[in-house]
T-cell receptor, first 115, second 112 residues
């Protein structure tokens, strides 16, 4: 169990540029989540994948945001035409199917700074 | 998912027990209570969960009120490494997606 990994850990970009983040979940976990966290706030749900299917998207996920999980393994989150308000920590989490526990395993996050 | 209410902050001394309260007065009978914590500069970490009965694991204990409208996370002997933001989250049972709805959480400060 190598844990959830995210790359890059930090990204600084200029307003208007596109950025892409990658998340590698724990290998046997078929459920994958993206969250966003701004300073002093708890994480906010963005989107959810079950295998390769994107089953839920938050209203926070504007048209500039897109997420994929092409083979049901790793996932990418792309932000187009970044804005300063996109500056946040982007967290990925995964969990396995079944049981009563909704225990999610979080990665270390990607901190985005838009200048 | 039921709304949860937690104190903004709490303080403790090292090696003393800590009781972190959470109110979830609108909880339904099938909602699970989960606790996560987030250490500085890290992603959240699962701590414990329960439905009706009190629960223990290697990290903590969870005491659930008989009417289920509140719960308490108990750290039996706080260490400096327990300083974190603790989140109490209610998740509707049978929810197939299991997304977590985080509130502001409780900032726990542990004094040496």
């Amino acid at each position: 169990d190598t844990g959830v990994s995210q790359n890059p850990r930090h990204k600084i970009t200029k307003r208007g540029q596109n950025v892409t983040f990658r998340c590698d979940p724990i290998s046997e976990h078929n459920r994958l989540y993206w969250y966003r966290q701004t300073l002093g706030q708890g994480p906010e749900f963005l989107t959810y994948f079950q295998n390769e299917a994107q089953l839920e998207k938050s209203r926070l996920l504007s048209d500039r945001f897109s997420a994929e999980r092409p083979k049901g393994s790793f996932s990418t989150l792309e932000i187009q035409r970044t804005e300063q308000g996109d500056s946040a920590m982007y967290l990925c989490a995964s969990r396995r199917d079944g049981g009563h526990s909704y225990e999610q395993y979080f990665g270390p996050g990607t901190r985005l700074t838009v200048t | 998912d039921a709304k949860t209410t937690q104190p903004n902050s709490m303080e403790s001394n090292e090696e003393e027990p800590v009781h972190l309260p959470c109110n979830h007065s609108t909880i339904s009978g099938t909602d699970y209570i989960h606790w996560y914590r987030q250490l500085p500069s890290q992603g959240p970490e699962y701590v414990i969960h329960g439905l009706t009965s009190n629960v223990n694991n290697r990290m903590a204990s969870l005491a659930i009120a008989e009417d289920r409208k509140s719960s308490t996370l108990i750290l039996h002997r706080a260490t400096l490494r327990d300083a974190a933001v603790y989140y109490c989250i209610s998740i509707a049972g049978g929810t197939s997606y299991g997304k977590l709805t985080f509130g502001q959480g409780t900032i726990l400060t542990v004094h040496p």
